[in-house]
C-alpha cells in the first residue's frame, strides 16, 4: 500500500507534509527511547551489584573492602577516559563512540561473570572486567548529552529530552538494588551477565533508531581546538566550574546517603536482600519523579533552571541536616524522600544549563567533563562516609549538610543568566 501510494501522491501535499511531521515526531521519541536506555543500561551495570556484594565476599573468600572495588574500579577507570571519549566524539561522531563503548561494557560484564562462574580464585579477573565496563561506560552515557543537544535545534525540546535522558538514569538507581536481589536470588554471579544481554539491546536501538546529524564542517585541528576549549572556560569559567562543583556534591551526597541508608538497614533493623532493596527504592522513586516533572516544567528557561536547582539544593540540605535527629525507620526513609526530590530536581536543570550553553564544536568535551565530576562523586560518597559512620554520625551529617548549602550558594552566586553569563 505504501508502494502504491508513493506512486501516485495524493493532491493538494497538505496531508503528506502532516504525515511526515508525525513520522519526525515519533522517530525522535523512539530516538529519545533508545538513548535513554543507555544511561539507564550503565546506572543498572553498576549500581544493582551493590545489595550483591555481602554475597560475593562469602562466594568469592574476599574482604568488605575488596568486595568495595567492585564497584570503585569502575567509577575511577570512567572518571579518566570520559574527557577523552567526549574529545573523540566532536571529532569523529557521537555514535562512532557510544556503539563500541557499549561492545566493550558487555564484554567487561561476560568477562566478571565468566570469572565468578569458573575460576576458583577469579577475584583479579572479576576487577578486569569491571575496568573495563568502567572504560565503556566512559563512552556511552557522558556521550548522550551532546548528542542529545546536536539532534534538536529548539531549547524547549533539549531540555524536555535531557529530562528524559535524566529520568532515565534515575530509574536505572530505582530499579537497580531490587533488580540485583531478584537475579542474585537465583545464581549469585547472573548480574553479571545481564549487563551484555542489557548492551545488546542498546546497541539494537541505536543502530537503527538513532540518526547523529551530519556534520557539516570539518573538526578543528587539535591546537585549535584547545585553544577553543580554553576560550570557552576563559569566557563561561565561573558557572562552568560552578556545575562541575555542584554536579560532584549531588552524586557524592545521593550515593553517601544511600550508603548510610543500607547500613542502617541491614544493620539496625535487620532488612535483607529483596525487601532492602525495595526500601532504598523508595528515596529513588521519588528522585526519578522529580527529575521527570522538573525536565517537562525548565523548557528553556534558565533562570527558572537556576531558581529550581538552587531550591532543590535547599532542600537538600535541610533534609540531610533533619536525618542526624532521629534513627527511627519512618523518620529515616521520610528525610531520604525528601533528599530524592531535592537531588532529582536539581540535575535536569545542571544538565540542560551546560549542553544548551556551549557550541556543538565544544559540547561533548565540556559535558563530559562534567560528567567525570559527578562520577568523582559517585566514587568517593560510599568510602567516605563509611570512614566518617565509625568515627562520628553527627560529623558526618553535618559535613554532608555543609556540603549541600555550598553547592546551592554556588548556584546563586555563580550561575547569572539573567545576565546572559550563563
Known amino acids: 500500500m505504501n508502494y502504491i501510494e508513493s506512486l501516485f501522491p495524493k493532491s493538494g501535499g497538505v496531508s503528506d507534509k502532516k504525515d511526515t511531521k508525525k513520522d519526525n515526531v515519533n522517530n525522535q521519541k523512539w530516538a529519545i527511547v533508545s538513548l535513554a536506555s543507555i544511561p539507564l543500561v550503565m546506572t543498572l551495570g553498576n549500581s544493582m551489584l551493590i545489595p550483591v556484594l555481602p554475597v560475593m565476599e562469602k562466594?568469592?573468600?574476599?574482604?568488605?573492602?575488596?568486595?568495595?572495588?567492585?564497584?570503585?574500579?569502575?567509577?575511577?577507570?570512567?572518571?579518566?577516559?570520559?574527557?577523552?571519549?567526549?574529545?573523540?566524539s566532536d571529532h569523529i561522531g557521537r555514535k562512532k563512540?557510544?556503539?563500541?563503548?557499549?561492545?566493550?561494557?558487555?564484554?567487561?560484564?561476560?568477562?566478571?561473570?565468566?570469572?565468578?562462574?569458573?575460576?576458583?580464585?577469579?577475584?583479579?579477573v572479576v576487577l578486569i572486567g569491571r575496568a573495563l565496563q568502567g572504560v565503556g561506560a566512559a563512552g556511552a552515557f557522558p556521550i548522550v548529552l551532546p548528542l542529545v543537544g546536536d539532534?534538536?535545534?529548539?531549547?524547549?525540546?533539549?531540555?524536555?529530552?535531557?529530562?528524559?535522558?535524566?529520568?532515565?538514569?534515575?530509574?536505572?538507581?530505582?530499579?537497580?538494588?531490587?533488580?540485583?536481589?531478584?537475579?542474585?536470588?537465583?545464581?549469585?554471579?547472573i548480574p553479571f551477565f545481564s549487563i551484555p544481554v542489557f548492551c545488546a539491546l542498546s546497541i539494537i536501538m541505536m543502530i537503527f533508531l538513532v540518526k547523529s546529524p551530519k556534520k557539516k564542517e570539518k573538526p578543528l585541528p587539535f591546537k585549535d581546538?584547545?585553544?577553543?576549549?580554553?576560550?570557552?572556560?576563559?569566557?563561561?569559567?565561573?558557572?562552568?566550574?560552578?556545575?562541575?562543583?555542584?554536579?560532584?556534591?549531588?552524586?557524592?551526597?545521593?550515593?553517601?546517603?544511600?550508603?548510610?541508608l543500607s547500613d542502617i538497614l541491614e544493620n539496625k533493623y535487620g532488612i535483607r536482600d529483596l525487601k532492602k532493596g525495595l526500601?532504598?527504592?523508595?528515596?529513588?522513586?521519588?528522585?526519578?519523579?522529580?527529575?521527570?516533572?522538573?525536565?517537562?516544567v525548565i523548557k528553556k528557561n534558565m533562570i527558572l533552571m537556576k531558581w529550581i536547582t538552587f531550591?532543590?539544593?535547599?532542600?537538600?540540605?535541610?533534609?540531610?541536616?533533619?536525618?542526624?535527629?532521629?534513627?527511627?525507620?519512618?523518620?529515616?526513609?521520610?528525610?531520604?524522600?525528601?533528599?530524592?526530590?531535592?537531588?532529582?530536581?536539581?540535575?535536569?536543570?545542571?544538565?540542560?544549563?551546560?549542553?544548551?550553553?556551549?557550541?556543538?564544536?565544544?559540547?561533548?568535551?565540556?559535558?563530559?567533563?562534567?560528567?567525570?565530576?559527578?562520577?568523582?562523586?559517585?566514587?568517593?560518597?560510599?568510602?567516605?562516609?563509611?570512614?566518617?559512620?565509625?568515627n562520628s554520625s553527627k560529623l558526618m551529617f553535618i559535613i554532608l549538610t555543609v556540603l549541600s548549602i555550598a553547592a546551592a550558594l554556588a548556584t546563586f552566586l555563580a550561575i547569572k543568566p539573567d545576565n546572559q553569563e550563563a
Open 59 to 88: 562466594k568469592m573468600g574476599i574482604s568488605a573492602f575488596q568486595s568495595s572495588l567492585i564497584i570503585t574500579v569502575y567509577s575511577i577507570v570512567a572518571i579518566f577516559l570520559i574527557p577523552i571519549a567526549g574529545y573523540l
Open 97 to 124: 563512540v557510544i556503539i563500541p563503548s557499549l561492545i566493550i561494557t558487555g564484554i567487561g560484564g561476560t568477562i566478571s561473570g565468566w570469572a565468578s562462574w569458573q575460576m576458583n580464585d577469579g577475584y583479579w
Open 151 to 189: 539532534m534538536f535545534k529548539n531549547d524547549d525540546e533539549v531540555s524536555g529530552a535531557l529530562g528524559e535522558i535524566e529520568t532515565a538514569n534515575t530509574l536505572g538507581k530505582v530499579l537497580s538494588p531490587v533488580l540485583g536481589s531478584f537475579l542474585a536470588g537465583f545464581i549469585w554471579f
Open 225 to 260: 581546538f584547545l585553544k577553543k576549549i580554553k576560550l570557552t572556560f576563559t569566557e563561561n569559567g565561573r558557572w562552568l566550574y560552578a556545575i562541575f562543583f555542584i554536579g560532584a556534591i549531588v552524586m557524592f551526597v545521593l550515593f553517601g546517603v544511600l550508603f548510610y
Open 279 to 296: 526500601f532504598l527504592a523508595l528515596p529513588l522513586g521519588a528522585l526519578c519523579l522529580s527529575s521527570f516533572i522538573t525536565g517537562k
Open 311 to 390: 531550591s532543590s539544593l535547599v532542600l537538600l540540605g535541610i533534609s540531610v541536616a533533619l536525618l542526624s535527629f532521629s534513627r527511627e525507620l519512618w523518620f529515616l526513609i521520610s528525610m531520604f524522600l525528601v533528599a530524592g526530590i531535592g537531588i532529582g530536581a536539581s540535575l535536569p536543570p545542571l544538565d540542560a544549563l551546560i549542553t544548551e550553553s556551549i557550541e556543538k564544536e565544544e559540547r561533548g568535551t565540556i559535558t563530559s567533563l562534567y560528567s567525570s565530576m559527578r562520577f568523582i562523586g559517585v566514587a568517593a560518597g560510599p568510602p567516605v562516609i563509611a570512614l566518617m559512620m565509625k
